[in-house]
Structure formats: C-alpha cells, structure tokens
C-alpha cells in the first residue's frame, strides 16, 4: 500500500505504518522531520549531529510505534524520542549543556525588510535573551527553550521533558522571572551587550 | 519589563534563531524493514526477560503474590520478580554504574526531579548511566556497614518510569522475602536475605542488558513516576528511615 500522494490525517499513517505500511511512516517522518531537527540541534548544537540524531529517532520510533497508543498525541511522544537520542549523543561526546543557537545572518521582521537600525537593535536583544538563557538552571532553559523556541505547548513540553503539565508551567514563571531580571541587568550595563 | 514582555522578546528572539535548513532525512532512514514491535510492553519483554533467566538460572517459580504486589506498585509494569534455583553470586567489583558526574550534572541530566537522602549527607560518589538512571554512592563505615567484597555502604538509585517501555528486572535467590511497605507514604517493598540480580532494559525497550549488584537488601518505592531504590546492609527499620530523609536536591 503506498501514500499516494493523498493527505492522509495522522492517526491513518500511524495505523497503516503499524499494518507494515513503510510509506506511510515516511510520511510521518516528513511532517515531523523539522522539528524533530530543531529538537536535536538544540540539544547538540550543530547541524550534522542534528541529523544523525534525528535519523536514529526517527528509526526508533518505526521499531517501537507497535507500542505507542494511539489515544495520545504522536508528536510530544516521537519527540521525546528524539530528545533521548540527542541527550544520549551529547553525553556520548562529553559536551556542556548549554544552547548553541546563533542569530540568522538577515533579520526579517513582520515580511518588512527592517531598517539596520531596527536590525540592529533587534540583534542585540536576541545575544542577550540567549545568553541569558544559557545562565538559567538548565530545567528552566529546558522549558524555556521548548516552550518559547520550539513553540510546543505546555502539554508537549511536559511529555518531552517527562515532568507533569504544572511544573512545566511553575518554572516557566519563574523561569521568566529570573530571564526579566537578567536582561533588566544586562541593559543596565555599559553598551547593554550580552556577556 | 513584564513577564508578558519577557514572552514578546523571547517570541521575537525565536523568530530570529538560525535553525539548520530541514533536510529530507527519509532517503537516510534505509530499508526499514525491521519488524515493527506489536503487542503490549508486558508480552515483549517477559520472553526476553525468560530467556536471560533460562541461560543463567533454572527458574522455578514466578511467584503471583509478588508479581501482582510489583504490579500494583509500579502501575506501569516497571519491574519483574522471578525466583531462581541457583544461588546468585553477587559481583562488586564492578558495579556498571555509568559515569562518575558532580551532583549538578546529575541534576540537570535526568528528567526527573533528582532526590536526595537527607539524614546521609552529600554521597560520596554520584554515578549516571546512559539510562537516565542516576546511582548515589555513600562509602561503609561505623554506621553504614560496607557489603561484602566492597566499600559500599549504601547504594541509592533513582530511574523515571516512563511508561515506554524500559525497566527493572530482578532476579531473587529463593530465600527472598518480599514485604510490603510504605515509604513517605508511597507503597514499597523490601526485599531482603539473599543475593539478586537486575537486569536494565532501555527506553525503546530494544535491548536488555545485564546490570550486576550489591548483596545487600533492597527498599524500593515508586514516587510522582519516580522509582527510588535504596541498597544497603542495613536492616528494615535503619533503612526507612533513611529512605524517610528523601528530599528533593538542591539546584
């Protein structure tokens, strides 16, 4: 049985995939496959890493989708996968736990090409907010970086990181609230540059 | 600045981060042709589980009490209890603990909100295995008698039951006793007078490998989908009461 080309729902590729249906699960892997690199990249901080976790994620979920059920969101529970793999390659290269991620080279703010001023400003917040975020307890830049770089919700935030939905939300607060200090400190300083 | 603020510049921060362009990674992927896992997690691991057991002991019995008291204090099936003929020796020279990390590495590895026993002090040596499993190590001494063959005092372990699959496997000589307990008001067990043996499976549940231990007596609980295990030489009443001194670690 092939795809087709058809849009299929998700919950009809994870069935036909767990009926042996290959292309159904290459189908999965495309409607995940960039988020699952995001996931990746910002545990281990460069692109080809970021790959070969994915490609092993992405081959353990094909072996292990027989057990997922399928009452849950597939999404949190493949990228939790990923994350594991991607925690399980960083330890394996002796890295630090911090964010690796840079700023695009050309700003694009709104589909408005900015003004280099605006470029400019725009730039130097986003060096402080990393690297304010790379000072926070790593289970705060965890659900930081998740919830706000990623974009997942509370509910797929919580599955990936494995804690319940409250403390996903109790330190995002004070998450934010440590963030709020640090860059009110950070513009404080000389030139208001990230340190 | 307002927390909302904070949101808005992290939401235009987001929007600037330089993510590495998506690559089609199903060309990577190969012939996936590996059979899918179907069944329930029980059904899978159990053969799996047999098999070790069949080529290092004779298994004699799955004693129903047991299993049916693990099953209802790990829901999720975390552990398996089996009963052995053969006298299991106890290996100390090498424990399998993973790496030798600080008590703030450990903390920021593990998904699961990381504990620590309070009446202790800090643990002399902190281990994480590529399990997520976290292994607290406290040395013998006047109060905390050393198994035998090691230094070990206390062995204090703590792994996330996740739910998808992964687990611990033990193995009782046939002189175990398995009582029911309560820690902090958790249900647990204590499991004393003979030697055991655990085996580790890994998250996907697609390997199984062998993890040999201390002799001493275990106390092991299931707290917020957290499974604490504490190993030691120490009798029932010593030992819940450490276990009574969990509290969560600093950082």
Same mark, same amino acid.
């Given at each position: 049985?092939?795809?087709?080309?058809?849009?299929?729902?998700?919950?009809?590729?994870?069935?036909r995939?767990?009926?042996?249906?290959?292309?159904?699960?290459e189908?999965?892997?495309?409607?995940?496959?960039?988020?699952?690199?995001?996931?990746?990249?910002?545990?281990?901080?460069?692109?080809?890493g970021?790959?070969?976790?994915?490609?092993?994620?992405?081959?353990?979920?094909?072996?292990?989708i027989?057990?997922?059920?399928?009452?849950?969101?597939?999404?949190?529970?493949?990228?939790?996968?990923?994350?594991?793999?991607a925690?399980?390659?960083?330890?394996?290269?002796?890295?630090?736990?911090?964010l690796?991620?840079?700023?695009?080279?050309?700003?694009v703010?709104?589909?408005?090409?900015?003004?280099?001023?605006?470029?400019?400003?725009?730039?130097?917040?986003?060096?402080?907010?990393?690297?304010?975020?790379?000072?926070?307890?790593?289970?705060?830049?965890?659900?930081?970086?998740?919830?706000?770089?990623?974009?997942?919700?509370?509910?797929?935030?919580?599955?990936?990181?494995?804690?319940?939905?409250?403390?996903?939300k109790?330190r995002?607060?004070?998450?934010?609230?440590?963030?709020?200090q640090?860059?009110a400190?950070?513009?404080?300083?000389?030139?208001?540059?990230?340190? | 600045?307002?927390?909302?603020?904070?949101?808005?510049?992290?939401?235009?921060?987001?929007?600037?981060?330089?993510?590495? *362009?998506? @690559? +089609?990674? /199903?060309?990577?992927? !190969?012939?996936?042709?590996?059979p899918? $896992?179907?069944?329930?997690?029980?059904?899978?691991?159990?053969?799996?589980?047999?098999t070790?057991?069949?080529?290092?002991?004779?298994?004699?019995?799955?004693?129903?009490?047991a299993?049916?008291?693990?099953?209802?204090?790990?829901?999720?099936?975390?552990?398996?209890?089996?009963?052995a003929?053969?006298?299991?020796?106890p290996?100390?020279?090498?424990?399998?603990?993973?790496?030798?990390v600080?008590?703030?590495?450990?903390?920021?590895?593990?998904?699961?909100?990381?504990?620590?026993?309070?009446?202790?002090?800090?643990?002399?040596?902190?281990?994480?295995?590529?399990? *997520?499993? @976290? +292994?607290? /190590?406290?040395?013998? !001494?006047?109060?905390?008698?050393?198994? $035998?063959?090691?230094?070990?005092?206390?062995?204090?372990?703590?792994?996330?039951d996740t739910?998808?699959?992964g687990?611990?496997v033990?193995?009782?000589?046939?002189?175990?006793?398995v009582?029911?307990?309560?820690?902090l008001?958790?249900?647990?067990l204590w499991i004393?007078?003979?030697?055991?043996?655990?085996?580790?499976?890994?998250?996907?549940?697609?390997?199984?490998?062998?993890?040999?231990?201390?002799?001493?007596?275990?106390?092991?609980?299931?707290?917020?989908?957290v499974?604490?295990?504490?190993?030691?030489?120490?009798?029932?009443?010593?030992?819940?009461?450490v276990?009574?001194?969990?509290?969560?670690?600093?950082?």
């Amino acid at each position: 049985m092939s795809v087709e080309g058809r849009p299929l729902i998700e919950h009809e590729l994870i069935k036909r995939t767990k009926s042996g249906d290959v292309a159904a699960f290459e189908e999965l892997v495309r409607l995940h496959q960039q988020i699952a690199l995001r996931v990746a990249y910002l545990v281990v901080g460069d692109r080809g890493g970021a790959e070969d976790v994915a490609q092993e994620a992405f081959l353990k979920a094909f072996r292990s989708i027989g057990r997922f059920e399928e009452t849950r969101p597939f999404r949190p529970w493949l990228l939790r996968i990923v994350r594991n793999q991607a925690l399980n390659s960083r330890r394996g290269a002796g890295r630090q736990e911090r964010l690796s991620l840079r700023l695009a080279n050309d700003l694009v703010s709104g589909g408005v090409a900015p003004s280099p001023e605006s470029t400019v400003i725009s730039r130097a917040e986003g060096e402080r907010v990393l690297a304010a975020l790379n000072r926070l307890p790593d289970r705060y830049r965890d659900v930081v970086s998740h919830r706000y770089l990623l974009g997942l919700s509370e509910a797929e935030t919580a599955t990936m990181l494995g804690i319940p939905p409250g403390t996903v939300k109790s330190r995002s607060a004070r998450a934010l609230t440590q963030l709020e200090q640090a860059l009110a400190g950070m513009m404080d300083t000389p030139g208001g540059r990230a340190r | 600045m307002s927390a909302l603020n904070v949101r808005e510049i992290l939401a235009r921060t987001a929007e600037q981060v330089h993510w590495p *362009d998506t @690559v +089609d990674l /199903v060309p990577r992927l !190969g012939a996936l042709s590996t059979p899918l $896992v179907t069944g329930s997690r029980r059904r899978r691991w159990v053969p799996a589980v047999v098999t070790v057991l069949v080529l290092v002991f004779s298994l004699l019995v799955i004693s129903p009490q047991a299993r049916q008291a693990v099953a209802d204090l790990l829901g999720a099936g975390g552990i398996e209890i089996g009963f052995a003929s053969d006298p299991v020796e106890p290996v100390a020279e090498d424990l399998g603990l993973g790496t030798l990390v600080s008590p703030t590495e450990a903390a920021a590895a593990v998904r699961f909100e990381l504990s620590v026993l309070g009446s202790l002090g800090d643990p002399d040596e902190i281990y994480l295995s590529d399990l *997520d499993r @976290v +292994d607290m /190590v406290w040395k013998g !001494g006047e109060t905390l008698p050393a198994a $035998v063959g090691t230094e070990i005092g206390l062995l204090y372990t703590q792994f996330e039951d996740t739910g998808e699959g992964g687990g611990l496997v033990k193995s009782l000589g046939e002189d175990s006793s398995v009582t029911e307990v309560a820690v902090l008001g958790s249900p647990g067990l204590w499991i004393a007078d003979a030697p055991h043996i655990v085996f580790w499976e890994d998250a996907e549940g697609n390997r199984v490998e062998a993890t040999t231990r201390l002799a001493g007596n275990v106390l092991i609980w299931e707290s917020d989908g957290v499974t604490h295990r504490i190993e030691t030489m120490l009798g029932l009443v010593e030992t819940l009461g450490v276990a009574g001194s969990v509290r969560p670690a600093e950082g």
